[in-house]
């Protein structure tokens, strides 16, 4: 009778079946890709951020000299750097709930029917958003020009003064804002075009026999059930603003009075002008920090709207 027992206890390995490698055979070119362009470049770069690496240092390796945390010792003592960290932090402050809301808006707007001129208007929307920066730059730059721009043409006829748009500081990061703003706006329409389009009608019908007026089942259904879309619009924009470049690079190449430096700009400025890659290097890898904190920022409140 023991004997039969021990038996019927014994584990079977019939149930079980063999690991294929066949899924790890199809991830391992992005696995790959994602090690070659991604993590090899952070640890590469994190290394020259320890160095004084320069031309000479890229010609002959000899020429590289270790030197700790000099590169972060000066980067923290640069008044320059302090200022692109201002400048950059009063782009995102601004520049993030603008294009979220402006994005949100016109998806709102967009998606009141399906007519054909509607679906014009979804077009010029997204035509900024695959539009050269350079084009744009040299377009902007005529409208933002005190003499003879548009927007001061537009003024005079109000009696009002001629706006310095990128002669001032404070003015010309906002005039970069406004122009990043139009141009960010594309992309982010079609995300909430998208989840907008994917909501049930049902709900809209019974809120609407329920007595429940536009703005409530706005507040009720819409923003809810666009939670999702919103966190990850969130999350790709301020990692873009955080890495804001091409706008002060070819408007203003962060002037007046590095009023519209960027650290993007800073890390560009001291890397390709100045040929101190070891003090890019550095700056790159405090960049790199901040929009790790601030992305874990995003998943940790997220994560706390999803357990209420």
């Known amino acids: ?20 490698s066949v899924p790890y055979v199809f991830i391992a070119p992005a696995v790959l890709l994602l090690i070659v362009f991604a993590v090899l470049p952070i640890i590469i770069a994190l290394g020259i951020s320890f160095t004084d690496m320069d031309l000479r240092g890229i010609s002959n390796w000899a020429n590289i000299s270790f030197v700790g945390i000099e590169n972060y010792r000066v980067l923290m003592a640069d008044p320059i750097f302090w200022t692109a960290m201002y400048n950059t932090f009063f782009y995102v402050i601004i520049g993030v709930p603008l294009v979220i809301f402006s994005s949100l808006g016109a998806a ?33 730059g005529f409208l933002y020009n005190v003499s003879y721009g548009l927007f001061n043409q537009m ?82 924009t301020l990692i873009g603003w955080l890495q804001f470049f091409e706008e002060p690079f070819v408007m203003t190449e962060g002037g007046p009075l590095d009023g519209t430096i960027s650290i993007a700009l800073y890390i560009y400025q001291a890397g390709f002008s100045y040929s101190n890659f070891g003090y890019a290097a550095a700056a790159s890898f405090v960049l790199f920090i901040i929009i790790i904190i601030a992305t874990l920022i995003q998943f940790k409140l997220r994560r706390k709207q999803g357990e209420m």
């Open 155 to 236: 003024l005079s006829v109000f009696n009002a003064g001629p706006i310095p748009w990128l002669e001032d500081p404070t003015i010309a990061k906002l005039s970069l804002i406004l122009l990043a703003v139009w141009k960010g706006i594309g992309i982010n329409m079609l995300i909430y075009l998208a989840a907008l389009q994917s909501i049930p009608k049902d709900y809209y019908e019974a809120a609407t026999i329920d007595g429940a007026s536009r703005v409530q089942q706005f507040f009720k259904i819409t923003f809810p059930l666009l939670g999702f879309a919103t966190f990850f619009i969130t999350v790709t």
């Open 108 to 140: 709102l707007l967009l998606n009141y029917s399906a007519t054909k001129l509607f679906r014009f208007f979804r077009v010029i929307y997204y035509m900024p958003a695959i539009t050269n920066i350079v084009a744009i730059a040299v377009i902007w």
């Open 1 to 20: 009778m023991e004997i039969v027992r021990k038996k019927a206890i014994k584990p079977s390995h019939e149930g079980k079946r063999p690991i294929s």
